[in-house]
């Protein structure tokens, strides 16, 4: 894979969101403010303190769906990523998914028929589900990062417990959404509806990068950690 990564430091950061916009949401979880003018990509991370090579490696894994890590000679920042990762795990369960619980709550008008509380059952069902898996990668895979790189790895745990047991979180917005196209509740308000059927598929391919972002980016950067932190321990 010896092509250039689509962006790079010399780039205008303005030019990768004209190309895309969900990039707003990568800029967004690394603590990058609108309002930089010109200015490059290096120029607006070194401004904010935050890794060039980290923020390059996730916003052209977005965009491309592959990680050129194994190409590249720049080092990931794991707290840079980690950070990235926690900011997401906000995003999804204090904006996102409560965002479109209560475009239901509008569109369907729960009180009105059997099928609209089921309809909001399966959903609060789904938000549980989310919530245990980024609490269990916030409590168990980030903390066990933090003692690595505190050179205190803890014992009884590996990244590779974590990358085994990890499930893509995505999948039951897919019946989700069959759901409400097939069995739309008449009485629904469409407009409200249409919206949040869209950000549940926003939502959904959403997820999905946040897991590959870590099935790709962050699993191979703690397995060479814990090569370093533990072959320094023999």
């Not at 946040?210 to 191979?220: G, I, K, R, S, T």
């Not at 703690?222 to 320094?232: F, S, V």
């Given at each position: 894979?010896?092509?250039?990564?689509?962006?790079?430091?010399?780039?205008?950061?303005?030019?990768?969101?004209?190309?895309?916009?969900?990039?707003?949401?990568?800029?967004?979880?690394?603590?990058?403010?609108?309002?930089?003018?010109?200015?490059?990509?290096?120029?607006?991370?070194?401004?904010?303190?935050?890794?060039?090579?980290?923020?390059?490696?996730?916003?052209?894994?977005?965009?491309?769906?592959?990680?050129?890590?194994?190409?590249?000679?720049?080092?990931?920042?794991?707290?840079?990523l980690?950070?990235?990762?926690?900011?997401?795990?906000?995003?999804?369960?204090?904006?996102?998914?409560?965002?479109?619980?209560?475009?239901?709550?509008?569109?369907?008008?729960?009180?009105?028929?059997?099928?609209?509380?089921?309809?909001?059952?399966?959903?609060?069902?789904?938000?549980?589900?989310?919530?245990?898996?980024?609490?269990?990668?916030?409590?168990?895979?980030?903390?066990?990062v933090?003692?690595?790189?505190?050179?205190?790895p803890?014992?009884?745990?590996?990244?590779?417990?974590?990358?085994?047991?990890?499930?893509?979180?995505?999948?039951?917005?897919?019946?989700?959404?069959?759901?409400?196209?097939?069995?739309?509740?008449?009485?629904?308000?469409?407009?409200?509806?249409?919206?949040?059927?869209?950000?549940?598929?926003?939502?959904?391919?959403?997820?999905?990068s946040?897991?590959?972002?870590?099935?790709?980016?962050?699993?191979?950067a703690?397995?060479?950690?814990?090569?370093?932190?533990?072959?320094?321990e023999?």
């Open positions: 894979m010896g092509e250039t990564q689509k962006y790079k430091p010399s780039d205008k950061m303005v030019d990768l969101i004209s190309d895309n916009y969900t990039l707003l949401q990568v800029m967004s979880r690394f603590g990058l403010s609108l309002g930089f003018g010109e200015k490059t990509v290096k120029e607006v991370c070194e401004m904010n303190n935050v890794d060039c090579p980290t923020f390059l490696a996730v916003v052209n894994f977005v965009v491309e769906g592959f990680s050129r890590i194994d190409d590249s000679k720049e080092e990931l920042s794991v707290p840079a980690v950070d990235y990762l926690h900011q997401s795990h906000i995003y999804f369960l204090d904006f996102c998914l409560p965002g479109i619980r209560r475009k239901l709550i509008y569109a369907i008008d729960c009180a009105d028929d059997g099928v609209s509380f089921l309809i909001l059952k399966f959903f609060d069902d789904y938000m549980n589900e989310v919530r245990k898996h980024m609490e269990y990668e916030e409590k168990t895979v980030f903390k066990y933090d003692s690595l790189l505190n050179n205190t803890l014992e009884n745990y590996k990244i590779s417990t974590f990358s085994k047991h990890h499930d893509q979180i995505s999948e039951k917005l897919t019946e989700l959404k069959n759901i409400l196209i097939k069995y739309c509740p008449p009485k629904a308000n469409k407009s409200m509806l249409n919206t949040a059927l869209f950000d549940i598929y926003t939502c959904e391919e959403g997820l999905d946040h897991c590959n972002v870590e099935d790709y980016l962050l699993v191979p703690i397995l060479k950690l814990e090569r370093r932190i533990l072959g320094n023999k």
